[in-house]
């Protein structure tokens, strides 16, 4: 059982923990666009190495877009590729921030993602309440700017470093478990969250005990 007065700081992931996402519409609009896919799109995400390099920022928007474009039909243009990689992202919800927000009157918050500039500049801009995703945590890391990404222990362990945080006072959530798995592994309490408001009622709980 946690005990929110025993952590100082919280670790949040974005997608489907903040934001909606769902893969299966890029799944979609990239097969209309001729990208030919004949299994799981998750399992070639991560097999294709475009992708994990566009994650860690080892190629620009611009080398991403023009692989992807190889691979789509004749007549698709750099605006319909972006269009249907932006298009997994969903919306955020006002309960959401307004949670992580009171969380914030006591405890560090931070935002580590794995992610890409293109996702970023679609989604981080249009949050509720505050507007941006950089007014809602003390500091944001992505892994694009970082060069690395989860479940890697090195950027579990280069956040702690940098925001100056000890595991064992620390949350984290995250809706992958290899991410959760790789955060436990290194003492850092982590929920699973398996569907994006699963979490919020949850801290809601432990806010009221905690100023109880």
Request: charged content about 25%.
């Amino acid at each position: 059982m946690t005990k929110l007065k025993d952590k100082k700081s919280v670790i949040f992931d974005l997608g489907n923990v903040i934001v909606d996402i769902d893969l299966n519409i890029t799944f979609q609009r990239f097969k209309e666009l001729g990208y030919y896919i004949d299994e799981n799109f998750l399992k070639i995400y991560h097999q294709t190495p475009i992708f994990k390099d566009f994650e860690e920022g080892r190629v620009t928007p611009h080398e991403f877009t023009a692989e992807l474009l190889q691979k789509m039909k004749q007549g698709v243009t750099t605006d319909d590729v972006i269009a249907a990689w932006n298009s997994l992202l969903g919306d955020y919800k006002e309960e959401r921030i307004s949670t992580i927000l009171e969380l914030r009157k006591t405890h560090q918050v931070y935002l580590l993602s794995n992610t890409n500039s293109l996702h970023i500049d679609s989604c981080a801009y249009r949050v509720p309440i505050v507007g941006s995703l950089d007014k809602l945590f003390d500091k944001i890391y992505y892994s694009h700017e970082m060069g690395m990404s989860k479940p890697n222990d090195i950027i579990f362990e280069t956040v702690l470093r940098d925001a100056d945080i000890k595991a064992e006072e620390t949350l984290y959530l995250d809706d992958s478990v290899a991410n959760v798995e790789a955060a436990r592994n290194l003492g850092i309490e982590s929920w699973l969250v398996e569907y994006p408001d699963q979490w919020v009622p949850q801290m809601n709980q432990l806010l009221k005990e905690t100023i109880q």
